[in-house]
């Protein structure tokens, strides 16, 4: 694990390399949900990147003294108080964003991209490099969101960063002399766009991203990469169990794609322990 | 997997497990007293901006009355502390969920501004759209029971509804008639125009 | 009665829990390949949401009481996590036929955000206990919907020449894509059926 890191690659590698939507297909659900407007997947990226970073620390910084076999219900807790206190800032300093991201904002205490990283990154390295992983991963994952918002809200709405104020209002009323976004569909602005409404429906939402997904397969096909492919399974801290229940001769079921890592001995010990862990919790 | 715990094995994930909570919990108390006050405002205010938005005329409003679990409105009043109006909030189920309007209700029963305080659950860019100025406006110094249409409206009474979105108008409708009718049959004829707690 | 026969409609087929308002997409995409695994995982789904359900409406009361609002989503997921652990043991143990076909599907669902989700939905609306157990079985029957008519479509595209820039992800994507559209030829059924 330890050849040849670099804090560089370590940020790089989650912008695109490993951006934890388009290529590892992690928290597929906010992606989808708040991408209406580009102004919601700011606030729900900038939200997530906040809880990832102070989550990667945290753990990072207690990885020798939590226990293995408490670890999953430990993170749990961690991460959940972050979001918690995230999302009592959010409606403190923030509120227009809080209800428009609804219940996805403590919903990301079960965005697998957090609890991903925090079993597969966090745990393993120190607090430095996980900051900057948590910091690359965070971005990553805003950028997708807003390359969706981006798509959805042009083509479904005609607008683009509408209710931009809504986050700006962080920074003072009226920043950018109240200007509150693009309209291109009120016959003001030179370009008239007669909005697509389709995008914005939850149906839209399902196309963009399959659309962005088949293109980002397109350029890594270039370069030679491998497609991207619901790897929920291999970095879901769960995995281990069901894939050893899987062995085990059980039904065929979900798990398949997510031994491709050849980590199964790994997973394993992991589907051990899981077993035992929550009963401490209770 | 059968094994027997030795006693460390069982108290130190434990003691772990409970420093993490109590930290937790503690960070999070402390999180919340910083940030009570602030979002009770947030709260507060958004109700008194709506209130002064329906009731532009009002200098103030008398104490909130509520009637049942969705329905409450707080007398308008002049600089005298007479009873100009009410603004009356009403909660009607739209296309995903609940929609709260609030209604400014003049004294003599006719509306004179409409307010939506949420409709959250409504798709976005559809039902949503019910929440803008160009739709509340058609509300606006009308009288009587509304309906809403989906074509240019013909008569005085007629709502257009917000393209593709029948059912999310349809609800903004609903709650501002309940408002009206809730006007003409209990606040009308009681009214004293005397000052209520001025 | 009307607005929990309303409750559930809405859950089913105008507001489907995974189709419009995109909870649980994980399963959604990973677990409809099979018919049959589709309908186990939201057959464990619709379990372990009732009794989260059940589960954290007192909770939630003590909460509140104590002016511990602020604890809801760190003790909904721990709840719903032991509740996990505590249903897979009490199958193992005692119900063996049940948890070979729901087992292996427990472990996935600590993480699912359809259970918190629907959980803090409950809390958000601020329904009673009748209308919130009523509420997460229609989310529930509503996530079940769409695995099983989601997995019917995956079965025949096996079958299509898919582009090979498509193929994958990218199309199955674009496959819901259209299931969730044609969920939109419900909307106004609760109007319709004079249920508001």
Known sequence: MAEKKSLGKEFTKGLIKENPVLRLVLGTCPTLAVTTSVTNAIGMGVAATIVLVCSNIAISALRKIIPDKVRIPAYIVIIASFVTIVQMLVKAFVPALNTALGAFLPLIVVNCIILGRAEAFASKNTVLYSAVDGLGMGIGFTTALCLMGTCREILGAGTFLNGIQDLLVLFGDNVLGGWNGFDFNNGLSAVNLQPITLFILPAGGFFVFGILMALANKIAAGRGKPKAELHGCAHCPMAGSCTKLLENGEKNGKCGNGDKDGKNGENDKIGERNTEKEGAAV | MKKKFSPKEILVPTIVLLVIGVVAAALLGGTNMLTKEKIASIDEKAKSDAMQTVMPDAKSFGETVEVDEKTEYSPALDADGNIIGYAFTFTENGYGGDIKVMTGVKTDGSILKVEVLSADNETPGLGQNVKKVNFLDRFMNKTGILTVTKNAPSSDNEIQAVTSATISSSAVTRAVNAATEYFENNLKNSETGGNVNG | ?196
Do not use: H, W
């Open chain 3, 1 to 196: 009665m009307k607005y929990l026969i309303a409750l559930l409609v809405m859950g089913l087929l105008t507001n489907n829990f995974v189709l419009s308002k995109f909870y649980g997409i994980c399963p959604f995409l990973g677990v409809s390949k099979k018919l049959n695994t589709a309908v186990g995982m939201s057959a464990a789904v619709i379990v372990v949401m009732l009794m989260a359900t059940a589960a954290t409406y007192p909770i939630n009361k003590m909460l509140i009481n104590n002016n511990l609002e602020y604890l809801q989503t760190v003790v909904f997921i721990l709840v719903i996590a032991a509740l996990v652990q505590m249903v897979e043991i009490v199958l193992k143990r005692f119900m063996k036929p049940l948890y070979n076909a729901l087992g292996i599907y427990l472990p996935l669902i600590t993480t699912n955000c359809a259970v918190l989700g629907v959980v803090l939905l409950n809390v958000q609306e601020e329904y009673n206990f009748i209308q919130a157990m009523v509420n997460s079985l229609g989310a529930g029957l509503g996530f079940m919907l769409a695995m099983v008519l989601f997995a019917g479509v995956r079965k025949k595209m096996e079958d299509c020449e898919v582009p090979e820039f498509l193929k994958g992800l990218p199309i199955t994507l674009v496959a819901a894509s259209l299931v969730s559209l044609s969920f939109l030829g419900f909307s106004g059924i609760i109007e319709g059926m004079g249920l508001i």
